[in-house]
């Protein structure tokens, strides 16, 4: 990596947090009063629960079940107060507190009702894996204080890269329907959004040292300038590493965040963030079950490289099968940043503006294995080069080798978010506004040279060192570049005629165009006719109009009712538009959902719950597959499916110190109709559920806390998931623990707010398989045999073993 890369964004962090730096608490709120306990409208970077950000002023001037709120622990932090028309969790600054440190926000959400998350790693440096009522995460909506960060190609989220768990403010998730507001064009099953804590009035220093199992370590600081003049400003780094807990191979972590507030007046701010991360990372192995019976639970890539030069025969093969599995090149280096400002303004009494102008910048991939022929001919063959592979020190006709297999992605990513609120008296306010986007993505899959004896990637970022063909040009798979243009226009209207009844109805218009090109094995122009030089190009557009509403009505101040349903839109992904065109397929038809949810909400004194059923209508489902009759990707669809559940929630206040929490999902997510595969078989597939969705999923958790000490213990129980399309094949579901306490021992002169903090997960040291990586049409065959490209192997996660964290932390003045 160029250094100036990191030094770009400790520059553009410091410039945030220039003036004066001395103290602050060691677990800052950030000053700021509860968005519900004005009335203010509520903003993307102070607060991810934007759900009331169009209330009417009758509803601001109330407020009297969020005001009530505030003085309620709802399940420590897991559950909050909500009012919107809709299904709505909001994790706390609370609950954010005593996690892991380190955490991302996969392991922060597997909580709340609808959501399953899991990780390879409890440490939150090896991303994570989530779905919410069926839908998986490119199907899921993300944004960070109003920004988006869901991929822009494949609108995958890496959970790793995004912020410090001692800089989140709340989490909020919407489990079907996202505000028609949101900057998502990849949201056909909800949204997730969190914002980072407000800069302190007081000035500070704020340091946490975590230890853990298997080497883990985690530094993090933070400066607070405190008020200086109208800004005040933070900005932090941390640096992250443990060892892998199976196989060998590490992971590191260097991220740096900020964030600067300038309050103009009363009435008017403007705020700016930065988030920045660098990770180097050795990936884990997603495994069969064959894999875990023959090797053990602890399988992974293999830990030693064979040296190829002077083997013949099974000697040679062997080694190298065994060198394409090495974990050596199984890599994962990424960097990036986004800058987002937000700017909120009063322009008259009844009117206000926010804008929230961003900038995402994205490098990096994934490392893998190939093999190559050293070859003397003239001639350009993919998978054949002129140059030394083996390391023998020369080149010798059919000798082969293992290469650094490398996919790499950079992407340029600006865009602007226009929202204006408008009151029409007490009783109706409306919203309206526009989302504009136009970022630049390219791909590519290349091979690079590795030391013949120790298997080393000559270059982990695939910067140089190409295996190259005789005319000098690199030897790559494909090479894709696509520049992608979004234009939303939304308007929501609410009314609320009187103190019970609210009425929303809101109307959205995305229009998406997708332009590029794509070629396969470039600069190939002889051998096999199926691995020369083939290309296209697109230019294609997607528009829709999607509309939402809801009804609630609040029976008195502890109970209310709710009606919600909306449409949502999911513009087809590049790899989609490339790769199908590529393969002289069909564009497949967008993503599209109606999702309902049908609800109510008590918040009492002691006990508040929320429940709801939910039901979603998902067409088009867009799934991966490989025609082998001309050796092409391409990509399928589920036609229909059917996702219809019930999710719950409760927190149970049953004495001064002690509070409980549970929240349970039942969820049904069944393929309608039979997958066609193009040719390859027609698979009886209705009624079947949707792989890697559990039927049921619970949490538990009792908590105590006082002036001074505080601990929780939680149980999670995952029902079993199926491993294929048609059900033949599952794994069981599974129960594990987790306990965290923490202590405050309050100053030792120069030390403040000094706390020490214990996390421990999977208490039993359970095994399991958490999620379905990889899911074949039909994993295994029954009484008959579907033929076709879907057969194959199902590949799972695996549950990390206890994992012990002690983390100290104070502020230093």
């Known amino acids: 990596m160029k250094q100036t890369h990191l030094s770009l964004a400790i520059t553009l962090a410091c410039c945030m947090a220039s003036g004066a730096v001395l103290a602050q608490t060691s677990q800052p709120t950030g000053d ?13 970077s102070s607060t991810s629960n934007t759900t009331t950000a169009n209330d009417t002023r009758r509803v601001q001037s109330l407020s009297s ?22 299904a709505v969790s909001t994790i706390t600054r609370e609950a954010i507190e005593q996690a892991a440190p380190g955490s991302n926000f996969t392991q922060m959400i597997d909580t709340i009702p609808g959501v399953n998350a899991a990780t390879d790693d409890p440490t939150g440096l090896a991303n994570g894996h989530y779905s919410m009522r069926g839908y998986d995460s490119s199907d899921i909506g993300m944004t960070v204080n109003g920004a988006p960060i869901t991929d822009t190609g494949s609108y995958s989220v890496y959970a790793t890269e995004y912020g410090d768990s001692e800089n989140m403010g709340d989490i909020t998730v919407l489990q079907g329907i996202p505000d028609v507001d949101m900057p998502d064009s990849g949201a056909s099953g909800g949204h997730i959004g969190w914002a980072t804590i407000n800069p302190s009035h007081t000035a500070g220093v704020d340091v946490t040292q975590t230890f853990g199992s298997r080497d883990y370590r985690r530094s993090f600081v933070r400066l607070n300038t405190g008020d200086t003049g109208p800004v005040r400003s933070w900005v932090s780094f941390s640096n992250n590493s443990a060892d892998k ?40 192995e997603t495994v069969s079950r064959q894999q875990v019976q023959q090797n053990g639970y602890y399988t992974d890539y293999n830990t030693t490289w064979i040296p190829t030069s002077g083997l013949t025969g099974n000697a040679l093969k062997n080694a190298i099968s065994n060198n394409t599995y090495y974990y050596g090149l199984r890599t994962n280096p990424f960097r990036s940043y986004m800058f ?32 190559v022929t050293e070859s003397t001919s003239t001639q350009n063959r993919y998978g054949y080069t002129n140059q030394d592979i083996t390391g023998d020190g020369k080149v010798v006709n059919n000798a082969q080798g293992v290469v650094y297999s490398y996919s790499a992605a950079t992407t340029y990513r600006p865009g602007v978010v226009f929202t204006f609120n408008q009151d029409f008296g007490l009783d ?25 004896q120790t298997g080393t990637p000559a270059d982990y970022w695939a910067g140089s060192d190409f295996v190259l063909y005789p005319s000098g040009n690199p030897m790559q798979y494909y090479r894709e570049y696509t520049n992608t243009e979004i234009k939303k226009g939304f ?76 449409k949502t839109f999911r513009v087809p992904s590049n790899t989609v538009a490339l790769l199908n065109a590529l393969a002289g397929q069909d564009m497949k038809a967008p993503e599209t959902s ?47 499916m059917h996702m219809r559940g019930f999710n719950s929630e409760a927190s149970y206040k049953f004495a001064p110190n002690w509070t409980a929490y549970a929240s349970y999902t039942y969820t049904q997510s069944k393929i309608v109709g039979p997958i066609d595969a193009g040719g390859n078989g027609i698979y009886p597939t209705d009624g079947k559920m949707m792989p890697d969705t559990p039927k049921n999923m619970g949490n538990l958790s009792i908590s105590y806390k006082d002036q001074n000490f505080w601990a929780t213990l939680r149980a999670r129980v995952t029902g079993s998931l199926y491993s294929d399309y048609m059900n033949t094949d599952s794994v069981g579901g599974f129960t594990t623990f987790s306990f965290n306490a923490g202590y405050n021992f309050g100053d030792f002169g120069w030390l403040k707010k000094t706390y020490l903090k214990l996390n421990v997960s999977n208490l039993t040291d359970k095994h399991a398989y958490t999620y379905v990586s990889s899911a074949p049409l039909l994993a295994q065959a029954g009484s008959k045999q579907y033929a076709g490209l879907y057969y194959g192997t199902a590949y799972y996660g695996l549950l990390a073993p206890r994992t012990y964290m002690i983390t100290f932390g104070a502020s230093i003045f």
């Open 32 to 44: 700021a009063k509860p968005a519900e306990q004005t009335n203010q409208r509520v903003d993307a």
């Open 65 to 86: 079940v969020q005001v009530t709120a505030q003085s309620l622990s709802l399940g420590g932090g897991l559950m909050s107060v909500q009012s919107a028309p809709k």
């Open 245 to 284: 807990w199976r196989g060998s191979g590490d992971m590191k972590v260097t991220k740096v965040d900020g964030k600067s507030l300038w309050t103009i007046n009363d009435n008017n701010s403007i705020s700016a963030s930065l988030q920045y991360s660098r990770l180097h990372n050795y990936s884990y």
């Open 340 to 371: 987002s400002l937000d700017g909120e303004f009063t322009l008259s009494d009844n009117l206000h503006l926010s804008v929230i102008p961003y900038y995402w910048y994205g490098d990096g991939g994934g490392g893998g294995a190939g093999t």
């Open 428 to 452: 109706n306010s409306l919203e309206y506004g526009v989302w504009y986007e136009r970022s630049r993505k390219t791909q590519s899959s290349s091979y690079l040279k590795v030391d013949g």
């Open 491 to 566: 308007v929501t209207d609410n009314w609320t005629p009187n103190d019970q009844w609210t009425f929303t109805a809101g109307l959205s218009y995305l229009w998406a165009n997708r332009s590029g090109f794509v070629f396969d094995y470039p600069g190939s122009t002889s051998g096999s006719i199926t691995k020369q030089q083939t290309s296209t190009v697109i230019d294609n557009n997607w528009h829709k109009f999607l509309p939402a509403a809801g009804i609630k009505f609040q029976l008195d101040e502890k109970n209310q009712f709710f009606i919600g349903t909306g």
């Open 594 to 640: 109606w999702n309902t949810d049908l609800g109510y909400r008590y918040f009492g004194d002691t006990i508040s719950a929320s429940a709801d059923l939910y039901n979603s209508n998902y067409n088009n489902k867009q799934e991966s597959a490989y025609d082998e009759a001309n050796g092409q990707t391409y990509y399928n669809a589920v036609q229909r």
